[in-house]
């Protein structure tokens, strides 16, 4: 058995629009592990709905292999139509929960009956219908709201009402298509720490739709950036918010706001970098405080380092520290420096001088 519960290839969608043959994802590869938390971002329109649809073929590919908890649903070279039967389908969609960013839950009915209404079509008896909703509703911290109705709940509650109610049938996937999207932020950081949770718990695999970086950092081990129905990068959150290699990935995650932070603040300064200074940007991992290593440059290295500004980001469990700095002294002791600097697995990159000059 293969260690990946989702395995989609060259899988493409084309939709007409008026006349037109719009390619709303195009030959896209993905391969995503058991218990991932996988994030897939991109601005509106980039095709990660439609991508995410194709999972549990509510969205039939216009071609490629999809490929569930090692059960092909679909694959074009042998069929335009899904592999397995439509009983069999039904069987394997239980086994993929979705939300949404609307909670789509039934205003008549109470909470309870809400994730009861799951139930409907299994094979439980009507008393283990209700143990188990009640379960699902201490999962999700609503026990106490078992009886009260949609209306009188905050949408960060309501959220939590369509996640037990996406739990019901015990999926092993859980797509999540911004579902935190219409949220505050506090009710926001509470269904990704809860979906963390069952992550953990439950060994559930998520899928997180969203344009919203933040909810991929704090809970996402990895990414994927989309856009024109591409996947233009992916890999694990460190690789793609620490090293990003397209331009498109560097402006949706906010990548250039330190380095221009730090040029505006030598600016404002009236700052000028003279040819015996190295300006450098030093990234580091984990809890290690950078600061006594710049510190020891001053007292072994024969060289300053002048700290112009520093950030913190929290990425899954990982720490990442950035800081521009600027080291002068003798060439030789400033190289030194920096490879002193490489030497304690800090990464260095040696900033351009004209552009603290210009
Ligand atoms: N059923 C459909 N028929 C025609 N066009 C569609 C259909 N579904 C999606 N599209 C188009 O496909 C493109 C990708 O849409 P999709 O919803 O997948 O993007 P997205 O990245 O999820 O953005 P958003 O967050 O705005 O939904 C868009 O241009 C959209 O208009």
Partial sequence: MSDSIIDINKVSVSFLQKGNRLDAVKDVSLSINRGDIYGIVGYSGAGKSTLSRTINLLQKPTSGTVVVDNKTFFDSSKSRKPIISAKELRIERQKIGMIFQHFNLLNEQTVVQNVEFALKH??????????RAQKLLGLVGLSEYANTYPAQLSGGQQQRVAIARALANDPKILISDESTSALDPQNTNQILDLLKHLNLQLGLTVILITHEID?????ANKAAVMDAGQIIESGSIVDVFVHPQKQLTKTLI?????????ISILNS?????????????LTYFGNEVSEPVVISLYKDLDVTANIIYSDVD?????????????????SENVEEAIDYLRQRDISIEKLDRSEVNS
């Fill in 254 to 262: 906010g990548f250039n706001e330190g380095p221009k932070k730090a």
């Fill in 314 to 330: 929290i990425l899954g469990d990982t720490l990442v520290g950035t800081m521009f700095i600027i080291i002068e002294g003798k």
């Fill in 215 to 219: 909810a991929v950092k704090r809970i």
């Fill in 122 to 131: 299994s094979k439980l008896k009507e008393k283990q219908v209700q143990q």
């Fill in 269 to 281: 300064n009236g700052l000028k970098l003279n040819s015996n200074e190295q300006y450098i940007k």
